[in-house]
C-alpha cells in the first residue's frame, strides 16, 4: 500500500468488503511493519464499521487477519490480547518483524501488558521451532527484547519472566535472557529461574554452570523427579554416569512408573556397569519414549557400556534408526 492511499482507496480496491479490506492492509503491514499508514486505515475502519467489521471476523477471519486483529485488540485497550495474537503471528511468519508495528512499542500497551500475557506472547513465538539464533532474527526481534526489559521492570513475576527467557535464549541472546533471571531473583528465588538458568548454560555448552544451576532448582523443589532427570542427564554429558545413576534413582523415589526415568536408570547403570539385563530393560522401555531425539540419546549412553553383548548393541542399533 502506497504512503498516502487512505482507507476510501482501500474499500474502493476491495469491492467495499471490510474483511477483505484488512486483509490487504495486512498485506502492506508485512511489507513494512514499521509504516503508520496501515495502523492509520486499519483504526479508521474500526472507528466507522466495528460492528461489520467483527462479525466478518469471527465468522471467516484466519492467520491473514491476526496481525490486524493484535491491533484491534490494541484500540480497545485489551492490551494481553493483543500481545498474545502477536505472539501468535510472529511463532507462524518469524521472517516479518511484526514487532516493529509502532501499537507494539507504545506506552500505553508497555505501561499496561501484563507479564503473564507478555511471557505467553514469548512462548507462541516458539510454536514452531524456527531458527531464530541468526543476526536477522535477532534484529527483527529487537522490539520483543524491548518490551521484555520494560514490562519484566515494571511487573517483575519471576515465573513470568522465567518463561520470558526462552525467547532471547532462543534467539542468542544469552545476556538478557540471565538479566530476566536476576531481575526475578530479586523479587523470589523460584524453582523455574534456576531451571531457565540451567537451559540457558546448557545451551552455552558451559555444563559445570548448568548443573550447579540444576542443584538450586532441586534444593527448591525436592519432590520435582523431572529435575533430578534434568540433572542426572546434565551429569551423564559430563561423563559422570554414577552421578547420573543416583540422580535417577531419587526421582523414582517420587515417580517410580515414569518412563523415562526408568529409561534413563537402565542406559546409565548399562554405561556405568555394563549389564545386559539393564540394556535389555531399555531396549524393551524404548518404544514408550515419545521423544525420540532422547531415545536415541540414551541408547547412545548405554551402548557405549564396557563388554556388551553385540547382538544386543545391534538390537538397540535397529530401535535407534527406527
Given at each position: 500500500?502506497?504512503?498516502?492511499?487512505?482507507?476510501?482507496?482501500?474499500?474502493?480496491?476491495?469491492?467495499?468488503?471490510?474483511?477483505?479490506?484488512?486483509?490487504?492492509?495486512?498485506?502492506?503491514?508485512?511489507?513494512?511493519?514499521?509504516?503508520?499508514?496501515?495502523?492509520?486505515?486499519?483504526?479508521?475502519?474500526?472507528?466507522?464499521?466495528?460492528?461489520?467489521?467483527?462479525?466478518?471476523?469471527?465468522?471467516?477471519?484466519?492467520?491473514?487477519?491476526?496481525?490486524?486483529?493484535?491491533?484491534?485488540?490494541?484500540?480497545?485497550?485489551?492490551?494481553?490480547?493483543?500481545?498474545?495474537?502477536?505472539?501468535?503471528?510472529?511463532?507462524?511468519?518469524?521472517?516479518?518483524?511484526?514487532?516493529?508495528?509502532?501499537?507494539?512499542?507504545?506506552?500505553?500497551?508497555?505501561?499496561?501488558?501484563?507479564?503473564?500475557?507478555?511471557?505467553?506472547?514469548?512462548?507462541?513465538?516458539?510454536?514452531?521451532?524456527?531458527?531464530?539464533?541468526?543476526?536477522?532474527?535477532?534484529?527483527?526481534?529487537?522490539?520483543?527484547?524491548?518490551?521484555?526489559?520494560?514490562?519484566?521492570?515494571?511487573?517483575?513475576?519471576?515465573?513470568?519472566?522465567?518463561?520470558?527467557?526462552?525467547?532471547?535464549?532462543?534467539?542468542?541472546?544469552?545476556?538478557?535472557?540471565?538479566?530476566?533471571?536476576?531481575?526475578?531473583?530479586?523479587?523470589?528465588?523460584?524453582?523455574?529461574?534456576?531451571?531457565?538458568?540451567?537451559?540457558?548454560?546448557?545451551?552455552?555448552g558451559d555444563l559445570a554452570q548448568a548443573a550447579a544451576a540444576l542443584e538450586r532448582a532441586v534444593l527448591l523443589d525436592p519432590?520435582?523427579?523431572?529435575?533430578?532427570?534434568?540433572?542426572?542427564?546434565?551429569?551423564?554429558?559430563?561423563?559422570?554416569?554414577?552421578?547420573?545413576?543416583?540422580?535417577?534413582?531419587?526421582?523414582?523415589?517420587?515417580?517410580?512408573?515414569?518412563?523415562?526415568?526408568?529409561?534413563?536408570?537402565?542406559?546409565?547403570?548399562?554405561?556405568?556397569?555394563?549389564?545386559?539385563?539393564?540394556?535389555?530393560?531399555?531396549?524393551?522401555?524404548?518404544?514408550?519414549?515419545?521423544?525420540t531425539t532422547y531415545r536415541n540419546q540414551l541408547i547412545d549412553h548405554a551402548c557405549a557400556g564396557p563388554t556388551l553383548p553385540?547382538?544386543?548393541?545391534?538390537?538397540?542399533?535397529?530401535?535407534?534408526?527406527?
Open positions: 500500500m502506497a504512503a498516502g492511499v487512505g482507507l476510501a482507496g482501500v474499500m474502493a480496491h476491495c469491492g467495499g468488503s471490510p474483511l477483505r479490506a484488512v486483509e490487504l492492509l495486512v498485506g502492506a503491514m508485512a511489507s513494512a511493519p514499521e509504516a503508520p499508514e496501515p495502523y492509520e486505515a486499519l483504526a479508521e475502519l474500526w472507528r466507522d464499521r466495528r460492528s461489520e467489521l467483527t462479525r466478518s471476523l469471527a465468522e471467516e477471519g484466519s492467520l491473514s487477519t491476526v496481525p490486524a486483529q493484535a491491533y484491534f485488540f490494541f484500540l480497545a485497550g485489551e492490551m494481553d490480547d493483543a500481545a498474545m495474537a502477536l505472539g501468535s503471528v510472529t511463532g507462524v511468519r518469524p521472517d516479518v518483524a511484526w514487532g516493529a508495528a509502532p501499537w507494539f512499542g507504545d506506552a500505553r500497551f508497555l505501561g499496561t501488558v501484563s507479564a503473564e500475557a507478555l511471557a505467553e506472547a514469548c512462548l507462541r513465538t516458539l510454536d514452531y521451532d524456527r531458527d531464530l539464533d541468526t543476526d536477522e532474527m535477532r534484529e527483527r526481534f529487537t522490539p520483543w527484547f524491548r518490551a521484555l526489559d520494560v514490562v519484566s521492570a515494571r511487573h517483575p513475576v519471576p515465573e513470568s519472566l522465567a518463561a520470558m527467557a526462552r525467547l532471547p535464549r532462543a534467539c542468542g541472546r544469552y545476556e538478557l535472557s540471565f538479566a530476566l533471571c536476576d531481575r526475578a531473583d530479586a523479587v523470589d528465588r523460584v524453582m523455574w529461574i534456576a531451571v531457565a538458568r540451567a537451559i540457558t548454560w546448557r545451551v552455552m519432590a520435582n523427579w523431572s529435575l533430578h532427570l534434568d540433572l542426572a542427564d546434565v551429569r551423564a554429558e559430563q561423563g559422570d554416569f554414577a552421578a547420573a545413576v543416583g540422580l535417577v534413582e531419587q526421582g523414582m523415589a517420587y515417580e517410580p512408573r515414569e518412563v523415562s526415568l526408568r529409561a534413563a536408570a537402565a542406559a546409565y547403570r548399562t554405561r556405568l556397569t555394563g549389564s545386559s539385563d539393564d540394556l535389555r530393560a531399555l531396549i524393551a522401555l524404548a518404544p514408550e519414549l515419545a521423544n553385540p547382538e544386543l548393541v545391534a538390537e538397540a542399533h535397529r530401535i535407534r534408526a527406527s
